[in-house]
């Protein structure tokens, strides 16, 4: 089970942190990744993080502003977003995927097993 938090409404340029927590033993066998949702728009990809967390990528519109980080110990991934823009609004979702190399995370969305409820995330400009 995967559960977001730390979503809201804030200003533009302005920072959140997203937070996800997961339940179960074996979180450090999982790539994980943040995906988000416009109203009227498809999923679309925002950041993974490798199991090991030696591996990420952002796609091009958070690069530069979003940082994804995992504590394997914890059980938790986080997306520190900062800079924020009106375009980043959106419902946030945490997904998993089992990995069997340690150092790499897809970016398809169809390609994650577990899926948390989302948070939103307002940015007003």
């Known amino acids: 089970q995967l559960v977001e938090s730390g979503g809201g409404l804030v200003q533009a340029g302005e920072s959140l942190t997203l937070s996800c927590d997961a339940s179960?033993?074996?979180?450090?066998?999982?790539?994980m990744a943040w995906f988000r949702q416009a109203p009227g728009k498809e999923r679309e990809f925002v950041s993974a993080?490798?199991?090991?967390?030696?591996?990420?990528g952002y796609s091009d519109s958070v690069k530069g502003r979003f940082t994804i980080s995992r504590d394997n110990a914890k059980n938790t991934v986080v997306l520190q977003m900062n800079s924020l823009e009106p375009e980043d609004t959106g419902v946030y979702y945490c997904?998993?995927?089992?990995?069997?190399?340690?150092?790499?995370?897809?970016?398809?969305?169809?390609?994650?097993?577990?899926w948390g409820q989302g948070t939103q995330v307002t940015v007003s400009s």
């Open positions: 179960g033993r074996a979180f450090s066998a999982y790539a």
């Open positions: 997904a998993a995927d089992f990995a069997v190399d340690s150092s790499s995370y897809p970016r398809f969305s169809n390609s994650y097993t577990y």
């Open positions: 993080i490798s199991r090991s967390g030696g591996g990420t």
